[in-house]
């Protein structure tokens, strides 16, 4: 895709997002309800489907795309993650999903018939250490039997479908501790009690939940793949997901920073713009350059995920990267706007709480030191 065709993506997707503007989000934010209008838009443009080939339905664009649709969405001072998952989930139904279970889903999918927002991994026992989760999926037959809980699974009521991450043998049975975990679609509409749903009260908008498995039936030919080979279809999509949660930071930064801009040059205080003072401008000049080598490392990563080569480090850096100055921006946001900064109807107070999560999601940027210290330095494990 050459820089004219991005440049008209860009634009695209900055005139579906003007009109939803801050008042939108903010009383959003207020009543913790889910931009329902904004993502029925979003699928109907086919930017959720972004990822989905042409032969099922979807205009068959690269991650690249993808990076620049969220990185513009949270630039306007939207917020995606109501609706991301359905681009980085892509990964492990597109690249281990059968011929069957792709025409069966993907089309739907893309269309907006049905949804795939709800990614249930996470556990309150695991945390970080996903081999040491303890959802169970019993075979019995033609179907999987499944108990267990889950935490910090968002969207799940505007979801038709989730992707499930479960044992299907003991964590102490395999050769090595990530055996045994299997990766299931599951039909939210067909669950009836066998799933409750618990909302948890956040910070921030993003409609998280509690869910419980109580014998939980999943016909077989839902399972992806191989039967206890999950962990690294799931690991194969989280190279994605990192670059495009990193695309959302670098959104978020470059949101501060004209919010920052504008405001530091028209806010007059001794007779004198705000942003003529060193410690005003500074701080904005520095998020911006810092934001400037975050983008570079996204790109890196998003050249080497499309080229099919090999990318964690990458990937991992550059959501470290983006995370980092994206909260940096925020704060410097806090100090340009000072008391106004507080106040809902800027914008700023919300964006702030926004930023402050992909310091610890999807992955805590420590064990992205931890990862680039073992296996991109050499170091021994820290843990």
């Known amino acids: 895709m050459g820089a004219e065709v991005d440049a008209e993506l860009r634009e695209q997707v900055r005139k579906l997002c003007s009109r939803y503007p801050s008042e939108y989000w903010r009383k959003l934010d207020r009543a913790r309800t889910y931009p329902k209008e904004f993502v029925q838009e979003l699928t109907e443009a086919g930017y959720l489907a972004c990822l989905i080939p042409e032969q099922y339905g979807g205009p068959g664009l690269e991650i690249r795309e993808a990076a620049v649709i969220l990185e513009e969405i949270h630039h306007s001072g939207g917020n995606a993650a109501a609706c991301h998952a359905q681009m980085y989930m892509m990964g492990t139904l ?52 499944v108990n267990g809980r889950k935490i910090f699974i968002s969207r799940v009521q505007h979801s038709d479908l989730m992707v499930l991450l479960a044992r299907t043998t003991p964590r102490n049975a395999g050769e090595k501790k990530t055996h045994g975990l299997s990766v299931f679609i599951v039909d939210l509409r067909e669950a ?46 989280m190279n994605a997901e990192r670059i495009l949660l990193a695309s959302e930071s670098v959104g978020d930064a470059l949101f501060f920073i004209d919010r920052c801009t504008k405001y530091a040059k028209e806010r007059v205080v001794f007779d004198r713009p705000i942003g003529q003072n060193q410690g005003i401008q500074f701080p904005i000049a520095r998020a911006y350059i810092r934001t400037q080598g975050a983008m570079t490392v996204r790109d890196r990563a998003v050249a080497l995920y499309d080229a099919g080569e090999p990318c964690a480090a990458e990937a991992n850096m550059c959501k470290f990267l983006a995370s980092e100055v994206a909260w940096e921006a925020a704060n410097v946001a806090m100090d340009t706007f000072g008391g106004y900064g507080m106040a809902e109807e800027f914008g700023i107070e919300r964006k702030f709480r926004e930023a402050r999560l992909y310091l610890v999601a999807p992955v805590a940027n420590n064990l992205v030191l931890s990862y680039v210290g073992q296996h991109v330095l050499g170091l021994p494990r820290s843990f």
């Not at 939980?216 to 992806?224: D, G, K, Q, S, T």
């Open 192 to 237: 009836g009690d066998a799933i409750e749903v618990r909302p948890v009260d956040m910070m921030i908008n993003h409609g998280t939940n509690e869910v419980f498995f109580d014998d939980l039936e999943v016909p077989v030919e839902n399972r992806i793949g191989e039967e206890g080979k999950g962990f690294s279809y799931i690991l194969s999509g």
């Open 94 to 145: 597109l690249r281990h999903g059968s011929p069957e279970q792709k025409a069966r889903w993907l089309p739907d999918i893309a269309s907006g018939a049905l949804r795939l927002q709800a990614f249930a991994v996470t556990e309150p026992d695991a945390g970080s250490d996903t081999t040491r989760i303890s959802t169970f999926a019993e075979r019995k037959g033609d179907r999987y039997i």
